[in-house]
């Protein structure tokens, strides 16, 4: 199923491609301050569009990055917690059993 839905989306952005290189034929002229080039503005689009992706895909690097450093830091501190409450669960059934034990010898005598 994935690579049903990944084919048909490289067909749709080929398709789309070739559609914009048609239709905007027009040559710009890309003036930074330390660059002037003219490009066809199919070509400054799909620059633009790559660019746009890597941004965007480094911006979610950074927050997956970010939750599963915080997941990794929750799971360490409900570790502890659990076994902290799992100690207190041991401690109250040995006094518990402490007590029943006492008990037991005072009505012995």
């Known amino acids: 199923m994935f690579k049903l839905i990944s084919l048909a989306l490289t067909a749709l952005f080929i398709v789309s491609g070739t559609a914009i290189g048609v239709f905007n034929p027009q040559v710009v002229s890309l003036d930074l301050i330390w660059f002037k080039q003219e490009l066809a503005l199919s070509i400054l689009m799909a620059i633009v569009l790559v660019l746009g992706m890597l941004l965007g895909a480094s911006i979610m690097l950074v ?27 041991k401690a109250s059934v040995q006094t518990l059993s ?12």
């Not at 402490?98 to 005598?109: S, T």
Request: net charge positive; no cysteine.
């Open 63 to 89: 927050q997956i990055t970010k939750l599963k450093w915080q997941l990794s830091k929750q799971r360490r501190t409900n570790q502890k917690q659990a076994d902290q409450i799992l100690q207190l669960k």
């Open 98 to 109: 402490n007590l029943d034990k006492n008990r037991q010898a005072l009505l012995d005598k």
